[in-house]
């Protein structure tokens, strides 16, 4: 199969003289020539129009532990069907899914799988939930979004893993068929954030509360890069915003980053900046603060905001503990925000 076998018209693009095509997608509202892609590479000009070229063209396709997503509050213990198709609108300096993410769809392998095909693997797998994660779903719009509105009436649920960078049109249609997501929030500074992925800042933050308005289960992911993303200043600035715009009940996750692709060079987070991390986000009145990819620390563990006991006990992706209630503390009663039964 070649770019040219396509059969998906894009949506949201806007026809402009000369056979080009605005994509109105993404913030990067890419002018697409004939022949050519969009910044993501999953895009692309045919005489006049815009295709698809993710359609049906998973290259990443199985089963997880929903908390790999990472989802915490959000049926934890589950298994999730996980799906990606090549492109990503970001170029992310430290992306770890560079071989697919940094590709066209067609320059990979792939699982031919229309959305009913997807809808059947969950069903033969007893899986309550489809997640669109590895690289950027945003790309795969079309497809992600007739694969979530087929599961929402087979009671499936939908989940999106994503950097956020999507405009608000688009992902206003896609929300009453999406039940969670967890956004990246790669850094908070508009300058750092261009350095770091080739985007900006203030769309993330418009997607964060665009999904809160809309009642999708919210859940933000930050990983801490050593000299660019762990100044403590800079994650107090954050927490304090998103204290303000009333996300003290979404879940943060600081992440600890490991030498990758174009930052090889860096080091890994140190222990001591995950743990100043939380210490600024627990102060600031965030109520479930979590430290990922440092197992010795136990900072996956979700606790009481209220007694602070333990209510949720991980280990790995595994949940050794569970002492909820209908959604509320077992010891005290105090509910804990997610999305539980």
């Known amino acids: 199969m070649t770019d040219s076998d396509s059969k998906c018209l894009a949506a949201w693009q806007e026809v402009c003289p ?54 915490f509050h959000f049926f934890p213990g589950t298994g999730i069907l996980s799906l990606a198709t090549a492109g990503c609108n970001f170029r992310c300096l430290n992306c770890q899914n560079w071989e697919i993410s940094q590709a066209s769809p067609f320059e990979l392998k792939q699982y031919d799988l229309g959305p009913a095909d997807v809808i059947h693997q969950a069903l033969k797998h007893q899986t309550n939930s489809i997640a669109f994660t590895y ?17 929402h009436k087979e009671g499936l649920k939908t989940v999106m893993i994503s950097n956020g960078y999507i405009n608000k049109k688009p992902l206003l249609e896609l929300c009453p068929v999406l039940d969670a997501a967890n956004i990246d929030l790669k850094a908070f500074g508009d300058q750092l954030y261009h350095q770091l992925t080739g985007g900006r800042l203030q769309p993330v933050l418009d997607t964060l509360k665009a999904l809160k308005e809309k009642e999708v289960w919210l859940e933000i992911t930050q990983l801490l890069i050593p000299s660019y993303s762990d100044d403590p200043a800079m994650i107090e600035t954050m927490c304090h915003w998103l204290i303000e715009n009333g996300f003290q009940d979404t879940p943060l996750h600081f992440s600890r980053f490991f030498p990758m692709y174009k930052l090889s060079q860096i080091t890994p987070t140190p222990t001591t ?69």
Not at 322 to 333: E, H, Q, T
Request: hydrophobic share 35%.
């Open 18 to 71: 000369d056979q080009a095509v605005r994509c109105l997608l993404c913030p990067h509202q890419c002018l697409v020539r004939e022949g050519g892609k969009g910044i993501c590479r999953t895009r692309v000009n045919r005489e006049g129009k815009l295709y698809s070229l993710a359609y049906g063209n998973p290259c990443s396709f199985g089963m997880d532990p929903i908390e790999k997503k990472p989802l």
């Open 135 to 151: 690289t950027e779903p945003t790309v795969f719009y079309e497809y992600m979004l007739e694969i979530a509105t087929l599961a």
């Open 273 to 341: 900046s995950l743990v100043r991390a939380k210490d600024i986000a627990v102060a600031a009145g965030m109520k479930y603060v979590y430290i990922g990819n440092m197992p010795g620390l136990h900072g996956e563990n979700t606790h009481c905001s209220h007694c602070h006991k333990l209510v949720i006990e991980r280990e790995g992706y595994e949940v050794n503990q569970y002492n909820l209630k209908a959604g509320c503390c077992s010891y005290c009663g105090e509910p804990v925000a997610g999305v539980w039964t």
